[in-house]
């Protein structure tokens, strides 16, 4: 009895060895696009988790996305395999003019995936962040900062709102934060001296870093313009 | 020996069959599957599948699922610690709400009741039938799309069913999206007309009447007038093409078709409809009953049924009051000190709850419930306060006791005993329904939901549920509607008239005058009466609201009793008021109770309503399936 056992589950192992050693056995994509946004040269900094981007690949059947956020840092990272791909940023995402054609559809960018890929996206955010100074001590996090409207005419934002934002973790957003401090877009007399400060609540459990961050957020546009995220250790 | 038999006995039987002739075998009439003739000869036959499409009408709302109504910090959820942090961990809703609740895509459904339109023309039952049967299915088939309008804006308009003649291309089959405005024109032209085909009958409340098209009809006539002209507050929500969007110079037209319906559901053309008050003498109670009366209830114009014995739901037991409740289980949603504090007070101002006085100490008051005293009737009839009782038992809701020199005891389970200084024998020093954070099931904010539960007993238990059914259309809302098509018109003071008959079922003893209605005002009067039934969802989309409402900033206590009257006023984050016993036996205050807010621990996200949430989300599987199709705004 026993050797039948036996010869029954080395039977019933060597089916499953055997049986999944062929067709079921793809090669994983290893060919990674990976790319940020920059406006001339400099890195764009959005929130997480809120600006999307969408890529496309024809010729197999079903044309439906794939798609992710872009990190705070505004990168974008995906391993995929060879081939044509079709990237766009629907219109609406992002503190920048929107990247699109004539007909007002989303412009499309091509990548001719052929091995390992960085690419650049080059946006216009409304407005950028000048001499941006995050300081902290005393406990109390400031901010001086001055901002350069980019983009004029029919397409210009006003600017609703700059909030210091400050947080346990490196994403000093609108989601995730310890304290704000806001300032509206009416109230700011001189573009070119902004200056906002907030105190450290006490932080539970006991951490002596914070992070913190200024956002920039436009009249009508959804998403904010981050300035670079700093660490303070006290 | 047996085995023989066996076989001898198989063999027989196969013989036997191998002597019918085949051909025989295989035209026989099945005994299970009726052909169309057959179903449609029979009277009966033809209304049970009636009340089949009857029985999966949608609504994002549902009894069934009480967590459909837990959103928008109108409540706190303790059901369990997952669907706490489900509701309250998350800063943002996916693109179809929590559990996907705010989606739907159910053309099979649609498709079942344009075959059942189209076949009434062949049955063979009664004239008078086949015209109020087809008039049934064209309602529900109206109210079908106008839930897809709500939750998508423009979908494609099937009318007929469609059969795939397996060319190998579907492309006929592919129907663009309909604009926003013309959805809500097809559900508004077929109620109009299906307003003189059904029954003008008062009593008939789960089938529809012309009550019910004329209710639909008014309502999806104001969601579009305010459609039209709030959108401009989000200019980036639309779609070119009107999928999403309606021109903004049709606010007026709607709002006067809203209007004209609503005088007709009023003015008795549809039969006899009031205001629920058959308890003038406690109007909390009234209201509350005016949920689960099911005999005669006048305010009721459409309501999806339930009937103990073959259609029952879960809502009392999943909410009743935990402590003594039928069975071990309750509380799962708690309404938020948010939603509490929004009642006003009776001579019509807002106020928060008095917890301190203007020198900033806790007012002490005598009884559980005085701190609510002199309020909207309504809140009593939605929410259970502390002091207040439910099928005849008191809900003993309370922190916490405060002892002579500041020192608060409390416990970590429902009831427990403690030691305290200057008694012998251990007292109670914590609620037995709570409130306590790290326990699920009691009133973590303070208090339990009133609303739709069934004060019948037996209700709280599993085996035999609460056949309380869901309101779809209520006079009131009638009346509402009417009021704000009304003030949106121009015409404060027929909206002041409308409003003060629901305002006055509720306690109010001063009416408003014309300068009183404000939008802040139609916003406010409908989160009141309609609390906890799903309207809110709507109202915040179509007002364009929701986005200033939940904006992600979290909330103090200052900011959460701030600007109460206002439409937009931040609710990120559902706050609780906790009950502390004073306990200084030998002192006047002693026994005395005071009340702190509290945000519960586990709430750690303040939520932000993204742009892209003012519309459901049509699925890539979908989009992939028909390229006719546009994709969703800000997605």
């Known amino acids: 009895m026993r050797s039948i056992f036996q010869l029954l589950t080395l039977f019933a192992v060597a089916i499953l060895v055997l049986a999944s050693c062929e067709k079921d056995n793809f090669d994983a994509p290893e060919t990674s696009l990976t790319g940020r946004l920059v406006?001339?040269?400099?890195?764009?900094?959005?929130?997480?988790?809120?600006?999307?981007?969408?890529?496309?690949?024809?010729?197999?059947?079903?044309?439906?996305?794939?798609?992710?956020?872009?990190?705070?840092?505004?990168?974008?990272?995906?391993?995929?395999?060879?081939?044509?791909?079709?990237?766009?940023?629907?219109?609406?995402?992002?503190?920048?003019?929107?990247?699109?054609?004539?007909?007002?559809q989303p412009d499309t960018i091509r990548i001719d995936l052929r091995g390992s890929e960085v690419i650049d996206i080059e946006v216009t955010p409304y407005w950028r962040f000048r001499n941006a100074l995050i300081s902290a001590g005393e406990g109390r996090v400031g901010a001086t900062l001055s901002l350069e409207q980019i983009v004029t005419g029919d397409q210009a934002r006003d600017i609703e709102s700059v909030t210091l934002y400050v947080s346990k973790t490196a994403f000093a957003n609108t989601q995730t934060n310890v304290a704000t401090a806001a300032m509206g877009g009416g109230d700011i007399a001189d573009m070119n001296?902004?200056?906002?400060?907030?105190?450290?609540?006490?932080?539970?459990?006991?951490?002596?870093?914070?992070?913190?961050?200024?956002?920039?957020?436009?009249?009508?546009?959804?998403?904010?313009?981050?300035?670079?995220?700093?660490?303070?250790?006290? | 020996m047996n085995k023989i038999n066996y076989l001898l006995l198989a063999l027989l039987f196969g013989g036997?069959?191998?002597?019918?002739?085949?051909?025989?075998?295989?035209?026989?009439?099945?005994?299970?599957?009726?052909?169309?003739?057959?179903?449609?000869?029979?009277?009966?036959?033809?209304?049970?599948i009636l009340s089949n499409l009857y029985s999966r009408q949608f609504s994002v709302a549902r009894l069934s699922d009480w967590r459909t109504m837990a959103d928008f910090n109108e409540v706190y959820v303790a059901s369990n610690d997952g669907q706490t942090n489900d509701f309250h961990n998350n800063n943002t809703w996916g693109w179809n709400g929590s559990y996907s609740f705010w989606g739907t895509w159910d053309y099979g459904y649609i498709r079942e009741l344009n075959l059942f339109i189209e076949r009434m023309e062949v049955a063979t039952i009664p004239e008078r039938l086949v015209t109020i049967y087809t008039a049934e299915a064209r309602y529900l088939r109206a109210a079908y799309y106008y839930e897809l309008a709500k939750l998508y804006g423009g979908v494609p308009i099937i009318l007929e069913p469609l059969t795939y003649d397996f060319s190998g291309d579907p492309t006929?089959?592919?129907?663009?999206?309909?604009?926003?405005?013309?959805?809500?024109?097809?559900?508004i032209a077929e109620a109009t007309e299906l307003a003189t085909l059904l029954p003008a009958d008062a009593s008939g409340k789960s089938r529809a009447t012309a009550g019910a098209a004329l209710s639909m009809k008014a309502q999806a006539a104001v969601y579009a007038?305010?459609?039209?002209?709030?959108?401009?507050?989000?200019?980036?929500?639309?779609?070119?093409?009107?999928?999403?969007?309606?021109?903004?110079?049709?606010?007026?037209?709607?709002?006067?078709?809203?209007?004209?319906?609503?005088?007709?559901?009023?003015?008795?053309?549809?039969?006899?409809?009031?205001?629920?008050?058959?308890?003038p003498n406690n109007l909390s109670e009234n209201f509350a009953a005016l949920f689960y009366d099911k005999n005669a209830n006048p305010e009721v114009i459409y309501q999806e049924e339930y009937l103990i014995k073959f259609k029952t739901h879960g809502y009392t037991i999943s909410n009743q009051p935990r402590f003594g409740a039928e069975e071990e289980e309750g509380g799962a949603m708690n309404p938020s000190l948010n939603l509490v504090q929004s009642f006003e007070l009776l001579d019509n101002t807002f106020a928060p709850i008095p917890t301190v006085d203007e020198a900033g100490n806790r007012i002490l008051y005598e009884n559980q419930e005085d701190i609510f005293a002199g309020r909207d009737a309504r809140l009593g009839g939605t929410v259970i306060l502390p002091g207040t009782s439910f099928k005849g038992r008191e809900v003993d809701i309370w922190a916490g006791v405060r002892l002579a020199d500041g020192e608060i005891v409390s416990g970590n389970e429902r009831g427990q005993l403690r030691e305290l200084p200057g008694s012998a024998t251990p007292q109670q020093v914590v609620g037995f329904d709570g409130p306590l954070e790290n326990t699920p099931q009691n009133a973590v904010t303070g208090f339990?939901?009133?609303?739709?539960?069934?004060?019948?007993?037996?209700?709280?238990?599993?085996?035999?549920?609460?056949?309380?059914?869901?309101?779809?259309?209520?006079?009131?809302?009638?009346?509402?509607?009417?009021?704000?098509?009304?003030?949106?018109?121009?015409?404060?003071?027929?909206?002041?008239?409308?409003?003060?008959?629901?305002?006055?079922?509720?306690?109010?003893?001063?009416?408003?005058?014309?300068?009183?209605?404000?939008?802040?005002?139609?916003?406010?009067?409908?989160?009141?009466?309609?609390?906890?039934?799903?309207?809110?969802?709507?109202?915040?989309?179509?007002?364009?609201?929701?986005?200033?409402?939940?904006?992600?900033?979290?909330?103090?206590?200052?900011?959460?009793?701030?600007?109460?009257?206002?439409?937009?006023?931040?609710?990120?984050?559902?706050?609780?008021?906790?009950?502390?016993?004073?306990?200084?036996?030998?002192?006047?205050?002693?026994?005395?109770?005071?009340?702190?807010?509290?945000?519960?621990?586990?709430?750690?996200?303040?939520d932000t309503w993204q742009l892209g949430n003012y519309y459901s989300n049509i699925s890539n599987d979908i989009l992939t399936n028909n390229p006719q199709l546009a994709r969703q705004p800000l997605q």
């Open chain 1, 39 to 104: 406006y001339q040269g400099e890195p764009i900094n959005v929130e997480y988790n809120r600006v999307s981007y969408e890529l496309y690949q024809d010729g197999f059947g079903k044309v439906g996305p794939i798609g992710s956020t872009f990190t705070s840092e505004g990168e974008f990272s995906q391993v995929l395999f060879n081939g044509e791909y079709k990237m766009i940023i629907p219109i609406g995402q992002g503190p920048f003019v929107p990247l699109q054609n004539q007909s007002g």
């Open chain 1, 193 to 234: 001296s902004i200056s906002l400060s907030v105190d450290i609540p006490e932080i539970q459990p006991v951490q002596n870093y914070v992070f913190a961050s200024v956002g920039v957020k436009f009249a009508g546009v959804e998403d904010l313009l981050f300035s670079d995220t700093q660490r303070f250790d006290f």
């Open chain 2, 16 to 48: 036997g069959w191998a002597c019918e002739s085949d051909s025989d075998f295989l035209d026989r009439t099945p005994a299970q599957i009726l052909t169309t003739e057959q179903a449609l000869g029979d009277a009966a036959q033809v209304e049970s």
């Open chain 2, 172 to 187: 006929y089959l592919q129907v663009p999206r309909s604009t926003e405005a013309e959805i809500y024109d097809f559900v």
């Open chain 2, 225 to 279: 007038g305010s459609l039209a002209k709030y959108n401009s507050v989000t200019p980036s929500v639309v779609l070119e093409g009107g999928a999403i969007g309606i021109p903004a110079d049709r606010a007026d037209g709607y709002y006067t078709t809203a209007l004209d319906a609503a005088r007709q559901i009023i003015n008795g053309e549809a039969g006899a409809y009031s205001l629920y008050a058959k308890n």
């Open chain 2, 448 to 606: 339990y939901v009133r609303k739709y539960l069934d004060p019948t007993p037996g209700s709280g238990q599993r085996g035999n549920q609460s056949d309380v059914s869901r309101i779809q259309y209520r006079y009131a809302e009638i009346l509402l509607i009417a009021a704000e098509a009304a003030f949106e018109l121009g015409d404060p003071a027929t909206a002041a008239g409308y409003m003060n008959q629901v305002r006055e079922r509720a306690g109010f003893m001063i009416p408003l005058t014309p300068e009183d209605i404000t939008f802040d005002r139609i916003v406010h009067e409908r989160r009141a009466e309609f609390a906890l039934e799903g309207q809110y969802y709507m109202d915040l989309k179509r007002f364009r609201i929701a986005h200033r409402i939940f904006d992600g900033v979290a909330m103090d206590v200052e900011g959460l009793k701030a600007n109460l009257g206002s439409a937009t006023k931040r609710s990120t984050q559902p706050w609780g008021l906790w009950p502390y016993k004073v306990y200084e036996p030998g002192s006047p205050d002693d026994g005395k109770w005071y009340y702190t807010e509290v945000l519960p621990s586990r709430v750690t996200a303040a």
